[in-house]
């Protein structure tokens, strides 16, 4: 089935960086866009940014240029969002999620959420 | 980047009640407006596309409507499944944003 898997729980501590993985399986991985969507706990969700997978062309909110990269592997249909400088505030569910252009771009398969904790 | 704003942030409502729940945007998107609902520990799901249409395998009872500013989720009659969190996005441009969010609570 059509499914995104990703990357299990990190912990982190201020300064460092940290890399989520989500593995696209049961469908053509070029064909849609991959976007990364963040949750604080007890927030709403935050739009981060989006990875073509065919040419791997990228777009980043203004919020975190610099410091977040977005990258693709296409001989194992992953997608790699990476996050460096971390701050406390960056404790999050991190989720990547596929765009379908014919649903006018909505999201309709979200990975299961990666945990990330910065703490000291 | 353009700002979502929903309405209410909250709401208690009973089984069976109909719902209402307001997106506004602050330049026009066209119809270019989702909706998603989000159980606790949960991925988001998406319930509405393109302003007003049905996600397959959505019940009926879930509907959108609006266009440029303006958009409305409706569920006519709530079941207890439908006790979650409720958000817009906008798809027209990037940034893609997202609305507050508006929890739906049992009265």
């Known amino acids: 089935q059509v499914q995104l898997v990703q990357s299990g729980a990190e912990l982190k501590k201020p300064g460092a960086s940290v890399k989520v993985s989500c593995k696209a399986s049961?469908?053509?991985?070029?064909?849609?866009?991959i976007h990364w969507v963040r949750q604080a706990p007890g927030q709403g969700l935050e739009w981060m940014g989006v990875?073509?997978?065919?040419?791997?062309?990228?777009s980043y909110t203004q919020k975190f240029q610099g410091r977040v990269a977005l990258t693709r592997d296409t001989s194992t249909s992953t997608v790699d969002m990476e996050l460096s400088s971390l701050r406390f505030e960056d404790t999050a569910v991190y989720y990547c999620?596929?765009?379908?252009?014919?649903?006018?771009?909505?999201?309709?398969?979200w990975g299961q959420g990666t945990m990330v904790t910065v703490s000291s | 980047d353009i700002q979502m704003t929903q309405s209410p942030s909250s709401l208690s409502a009973s089984l069976g009640d109909r719902v209402t729940i307001t997106c506004g945007a602050s330049?026009?998107?066209?119809?270019?407006l989702n909706w998603y609902q989000q159980r606790p520990g949960k991925a988001p799901k998406v319930l509405i596309y393109?302003?007003?249409t049905l996600q397959g395998g959505v019940p009926s009872r879930f509907s959108g409507s609006g266009s440029g500013t303006d958009f409305t989720l409706t569920i006519s009659s709530l079941q207890p499944e439908d006790f979650a969190t409720y958000y817009c996005?906008?798809?027209?441009?990037?940034?893609?944003?997202f609305g507050q969010g508006t929890t739906v609570e049992i009265k």
């Open positions: 999620t596929r765009e379908i252009a014919a649903l006018g771009g909505a999201f309709d398969i």
């Open positions: 049961g469908y053509t991985f070029t064909t849609y866009n």
């Open positions: 990875i073509n997978p065919s040419g791997g062309e990228t």
């Open positions: 330049q026009t998107i066209s119809s270019s």
């Open positions: 393109a302003a007003s």
């Open positions: 996005q906008q798809s027209y441009i990037t940034p893609w944003t």
